[in-house]
């Protein structure tokens, strides 16, 4: 089992594990990811319904474990990482226990 030692990994490094993992996600559908730009209004109910489409994506993403591991280490305040928000990657962050387990269950 190979495990990530966040607190030594550089997040450009972790950003670039995360792409050459091939990411089920495209700049065609970023918004869904993002949410919309810091001039539009986006409400509760919109938000939920583009996250859940974001979250779709993730269940397939081939670059999950990578997403969660630079999503962790850079800590974002918005947006849908690795099939969680911002909200929860920032408190798995301040958890003690910041090793991922970067294996795969076999099919």
Not at 13 to 20: I, V
């Amino acid at each position: 089992m190979r495990r990530l030692d966040l607190n030594r990994i550089p997040a450009a490094e972790l950003r670039t594990a995360m792409l050459a993992a091939g990411p089920a996600c495209t700049l065609d559908d970023a918004h869904l990811f993002t949410g919309p730009d810091a001039f539009e209004v986006e409400g509760d109910d919109a938000k939920r319904r583009r996250e859940r489409k974001a979250k779709k994506i993730c269940v397939t993403c081939p670059a999950l474990a990578e997403c969660l591991a630079y999503a962790m280490a850079i800590c974002p305040s918005e947006g849908v990482w690795a099939g969680l928000s911002a909200r929860k990657i920032r408190a798995l962050s301040l958890s003690p226990a910041t090793d991922i387990d970067t294996e795969r269950e076999a099919a």
